[in-house]
C-alpha cells in the first residue's frame, strides 16, 4: 500500500482515488477488530481525540468516540453551543486552546460550511470533519461507498442514486464527490426546490422522477428530509413529498433484485421510506452504522500516523 | 456455583431465587476490587458499554459507569432526550443504531414501563434495566438487599417495611419481587391515595400507620417522595407527609434496636426522614451507595460472559 | 524534595512556599509526558477522579479531565445544576453519594465562596478546588507561576500586574496569594467599581493607571471582564473599559521587552486586549493552557499520593 501523507480529512473533494481507496481498504482490518470479543488494539494509546460538536448528535459523536476508544485513545467530549461563543472568543481561539492541551486530533462539526477548513489551515493538530453545514460529511460517504463495495463488490460502473434534499444536504454532497471519483454513475432525485442550480457540473444526472430512476438504480440512497424544510416553503407538505419520492414495498417492485437500500439515519419512517423497507430484505441501513465505526478507526489511525500494525 | 444463563437483567420478577443469590454472591468479590488501592479488574477488556438514559440521574448513571469502567469495559454515555425522537425515529431505531456499533451491553432508563423489555426482544445486545417508567428498577433492589445481607447476615424471616409512594415506585416494586423470593416479610406503608389497589396479591402486607409497623421492622425502607404528587393531588401537602409518615428521632424510640433505615436517595431531608435520621446510627444509606457499584459490576460481568477469574 | 503531607488543595492561601515549589517542581516531569508520542503515564491507573462542576465550563474541565486520563485514572463528569438540588438534596449529600462510591477525587466547581472547603471538612475524598466563587481558583494561579517561571527564569523580585475586575475575580486571588509568597511585587488595576476596599492588606499595590505601571511591569496579567458587570452598573461601558484599560500594540510601546502577557482566557478580543496582542509575541495565553494540563496531572499525583516514579 502506498504512504499515507495527509495531516486532516476535510472533505472528499481534495482526496485523490488512492487516498480514497487506502481508508477504504484500512478499514477492513479494523472491522474485524470490532467484531472481535476484545474490541481493542493499542494503536493510538497515548492520543489524545476532542469531539467538538458545535450541533447536537448522537449516532455520529458515538461512532467516532467508539472508534477513538477502540484504538486505545483518550477521548474528550465538547458539546459546544454557539452561545458559549458569542462571549467575544472566536471558534479559532477556542480550538487553539484545545489544541494547546497537547490534543492529536479535533473532530468538529458545525453549523456552518467551511469551519474545518479554517481550523485546519490555522492548527497543526489534525482535523476531521464531522460535517460542516451543507458543505460536505466526508466519514458518512465513506462508510457508503464501503457498505457498497462490501455488498457489491465494486463501486465502477454502479448507477447509485441520491433522493431527497440534495440543496442541504453534505451527506449527498460527499457521496457525490467520493462516487464519482471511484467511477459509479451517480443520479441524483427530488424536488426542484431541493435541487441546487449546477449540480450537473459535479458530473452527475438530475431526475425529479424517482420511479423513473429505480429500474435501473443498483443502490438508493435516501436522505433525510428536515421537517424544517417544510416551514421555509421548500416542500408543500411531508405527506405529499412522502407520496411523490418515498420508497415503499410498492415502488420496490420496479427495482433490480440487489438493489440497496441506504440511509445515513436517522430515518423518518413513513417519509423517506416505509417501515416494511427500512426493515426489509434490500436495506444496509444498519450495515452502514457498523461500517461506520470501521471508518472512522481507519480516519484516525491514518491521520494519526502510527506505524505499528493494527493486530499488536 | 451454578451457571448463569440470563443475556439481560431486565426486572426481579422474572429471576429465580438462585439468580439472585448468584448476583449477591458475585457482588460480594467486587466489593473487595472497590476498596483495593488499584480498583480495577481487566474482566470486561474491550467490551462497550452504553448509557441510554431518557430520564436525567446523576448516581445511577455514574454507578454504573464506575462499574463499567472498573471491569476495564469502554463507556459510552447518550443523554437522550424525549425530543430527539419525535423526528420520527422511535427508541427500537435508535436501539438498534447503536447496537450496529457493535456494543455489548445497553444500560436504559426510561419513563415508560416496559421499554427494556421492547429492547431485549428485538435486540442481541444485553440489557440492562436500570428504571423503567414505574415498573422495575432491578438493581437498585439487589444492592438493597446486598446491603441487608450485609448487615444483618440475611434476608429470610425479617420484616421489611417500604414506606412511602408505592404507586409510584419501581423502587418498591422490585425489592417487593426480591424481597420475597427471599423469604423476608414485607410490609408497604403510606397514604392510601398512593397504595396501588391488590397489591397484596404480591404477598405483602399493606399498612397506613407507620408507628404500628415500626416497632416489629427489621428494616424502613423509605422511599423518595415527589414533589409533584403534590400538583396531582395524591398528597395534601408535604408538611402533613412529613408529620404522618417521616421517620425521626422520636418515632425511632419504638424501633428494634438494630433497626437499619435505608433510601434509594436522593433524600428529601425533613420529608421522608429527618436529618438526624439521615447521619444517624441506624442508617446505611451510604452503605447502600457503595454496595451499588459491587452490584452493577456483579451484573455486568454476569451478563457480559466473561470467564475469566475477577482477580486476574 | 520534601515529603507532600495535604490531602486536599483548596487555595494557595494555606499553601507554605514549600509546597506550592513542590507542585512546580512536579509540573515540569509531566509537561514532558505530555510531549511524549505516547502521553500516558500509569501513575493512577484503578483511581477514580470525578469533575463535579457546578458552573459551565469547558477549558478548566477539559484541562483537568486530560491530567487525570494521561496519569491513567478514571474519570467522571458531573454536569450539576443547582437546580438539582433544590430537590432538597444538600450539596454536601450529593458529593458524600459520590465518595460513597470509593472515589479518591473530587475536583468541584462552584459560584459560592467555599463550598469545596465544606466538602474538604466532611469527606475523606480528596478535593481540588476549580473555582469557587470570588475567592480562589489555585491551580489557574499556579499555571501562571509555573509559566512565568518557566518563561522569565524566576518569580521573586518581578513586577505583576494584574489588571481589571479584581473584585469578582477568584484568579486574582489565587494569584496575589501565591505570587507574594513567592517575592514577586504585585500591582493590580482596574477601575474603581472594582477594586475591593483593602486589598492592599494582602501585600499588593494598587492603581488606577494602566500605562503608569506598564513601563516598570515585567508581567502583564489581564483577568476577563464579565459582560454582565455592566448591567450591575460597575462599568459605565465595555467600550469605556477598553479604552482605559485594554491593552493593545500602542499601550504597550512603553513596556519592557520582555513583558508578558497573559490571560486566563477565554479572552475578549478587543476589551481586554486586542487581537494583535492576544496573538503577538508577548503573548504566552497559549502556554498557559498546555502548562495547566502539566499542574493539574502535579496536584493529582502528590495528592493521590502515588509513590511510584512518574516514568514508570
Redesign the interface.
Known sequence: MAEWTKHSLLDLKSLSVEEIEMILETAKSFKEV???????VPAL????V?MLFFE?S??TR??F??AA??LSA?T?N?A?SSS?LS????IL??A???E???VDAIIVRHSCSGVPLVLADNLSASIINAGDGCREHPTQALLDMFTINEKLGKIKGLNISIVGDILHSRVARSNIWGLTKLGANVTVCGPSTMMPAGIEKLGVKVSYDIDAIIPESDVLMLLRIQ?ERQDDKRLPSIREYAKIFGVNQERLRKAKKEVLIMHP???????ELSAEVADGEYSVI??Q??N??AIRMAVLYLLLGIREPVSA
Do not use: F
Open positions: 470490532s467484531s472481535r470479543d476484545v474490541k481493542k494509546r497515548g492520543k489524545t476532542v447536537p448522537t449516532r458515538t461512532s468516540e467508539l476508544k477502540r483518550d474528550i465538547i459546544a458559549a462571549k467575544g472568543e472566536t481561539d477556542m487553539k486552546n484545545i494547546a492541551m497537547n421537517k439515519g436517522p430515518t423518518n419512517r413513513g417519509v444498519l450495515n452504522v457498523t461506520g465505526v
